[in-house]
């Protein structure tokens, strides 16, 4: 990373920021060489991503193509307004990029943790009944094997970041508004 100081290094961050975002974006190559980013539900579990998917269709295309793939989660932090020149203005951020391979799940007992995994993700308090043997059988898991990841933040500086660091310890919504003085830079 170019910015070294908006590198991410605690893993614990990562994991936080992997669980906690609700879409992801898997990056693959079509048949034509173009790059396609496609927006997607998934789970990280036992240090790999799972999302679900049709059988058949372009993903499936692209990953039995070529089976590398980029995947990218952000959470929004805040938007700094510009007082005096629009160039005061910043979008704060975290982010993780994952460079990996990803594949069809075939054994039945890692479908079931992708798919609890996802159960858990986005309907925590349960109340969902078993799942049906003949959905499970037309529905695709994927797994992306992780073999690079990235997380980059960009918090701001001087008030500003002290702004935002009260704003996350007091659990605003997200993404705070924040300004600057007249005063700062």
């Not at 007082?83 to 990803?102: D, F, H, M, T, W």
């Not at 799940?105 to 308090?125: C, I, N, W």
């Amino acid at each position: 990373m170019r910015k070294a100081n908006k590198e991410i290094n605690d893993p614990a961050v990562i994991e936080g920021l992997l669980n906690e975002c609700q879409v992801g974006r898997l990056g693959t190559v079509g048949q034509d060489g173009y790059p396609m980013i496609k927006p997607l539900n998934f789970a990280y579990a036992e240090g790999r991503i799972y999302f679900h998917s049709a059988l058949a269709g372009e993903k499936i295309d692209h990953l039995d193509r070529d089976d590398r793939v980029c995947f990218e989660v952000d959470l929004p932090l805040a938007l700094v307004r510009a007082v005096n020149q629009p160039c005061e203005a910043a979008y704060l951020y975290r982010s993780v990029i994952i460079k990996g391979r990803a594949h069809l799940v075939t054994d039945d007992a890692e479908r079931g943790l992708a798919f609890r995994s996802l159960m858990a993700k986005y309907q925590p308090d349960g109340g969902f009944g078993d799942y049906l043997p003949e959905k499970l059988a037309i529905t695709g898991i994927v797994r992306i094997e992780i073999e690079s990841l990235t997380g980059k933040e960009d918090l701001g500086q001087g008030k500003i970041h002290e702004q935002l660091l009260a704003a996350l310890a007091r659990k605003d919504p997200l993404p705070v508004i924040l300004k600057r003085g007249l005063d700062e830079k």
